[in-house]
């Protein structure tokens, strides 16, 4: 089996793979500020002939970490953001500074769609774009939807948005703190992407296949205008694509990885941001 990690700020996410049908045999998380050991919540090393990290956590704790599974296991892979990479290159003045799960999505969706828009809707929310030919152009981090929701300390935060409300719903004014709390933060996350979006599609002159990720990609996703495509496994995606070990992924094939919608015309997203401009 193949042990991957995706440690986040907030969750440490984890998938097994079966090296032989390149089958996702489970997956789990655990929280980042807890001790990693293996236990009940994460898997048994036994099974395990290789491991593929990637980190934006402290130091420490990825220090921590990968001592814990060089005893268990042979091969240990840790992707880091290096100046290019499978044909992207990275769009930072010092490319080792760009967070390596950003690095990794824009990885995998390069190679999936050839050019791309990637939007990971964790702790924080970070918009990377890839252009054809592979430059990274580097990207945008906003506060997630809780660190908005913290931030306030109005007394909501406990109260998560549901994510199997219409962005309808979402959009509309509160009539109470929870609802103004919670219609405040979807609909700053929501425009910052679609209006993202938009700028830089114009900017560049090309319209990108747009791809989300992380735990609120969901309901963001209904409130994104254009088309898009949801990638849960983005990261693990440029975990395979950087170390691959598997038939499957040595040809190229990233597991979960989605039908990528045709994006609207440059004509259209144009059009739409001139209208937003004028409000
Ligand atoms: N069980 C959960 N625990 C915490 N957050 C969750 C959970 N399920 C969904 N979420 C949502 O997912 C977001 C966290 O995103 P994600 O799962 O990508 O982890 P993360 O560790 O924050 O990622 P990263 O730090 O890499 O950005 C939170 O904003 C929260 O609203
Ligand atoms: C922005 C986060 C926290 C998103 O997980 C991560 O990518 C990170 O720590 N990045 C380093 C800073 C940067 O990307 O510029
Ligand atoms: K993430």
Redesign the pocket.
Known sequence: MILDL????????WRLKDVASSEIRSRG?V??REEWRPGSDIPDLDVVSAVRI?S??RQKVLQETVELLRHEVGLVHVARPVRESLGVVNGYDEPGRL?V?RWLGALASYQLAGACCTV???????IDFVLPGGRHLGGYILP????MKESLKLGTRNV??D?DSEADELLAPGRNTVEAVNHGIYMAAVSAVNRIYGEVCDREGVALPLLL?????R?VSRGIRVPHALWPDM?YGGLEACFPQTAAERAGRLSGAPQIPAPVSLEKIRASLAFSMLL
């Open positions: 995706d440690i986040g700020n907030t969750l440490s996410k998380a929280w980042t990637s934006v956590a967070g799960d990971d809707c964790g702790s924080a929310i970070t997630g939807l809780r660190l998560a948005i994510p990720t992380g735990g609120d990609a309901v990261v």
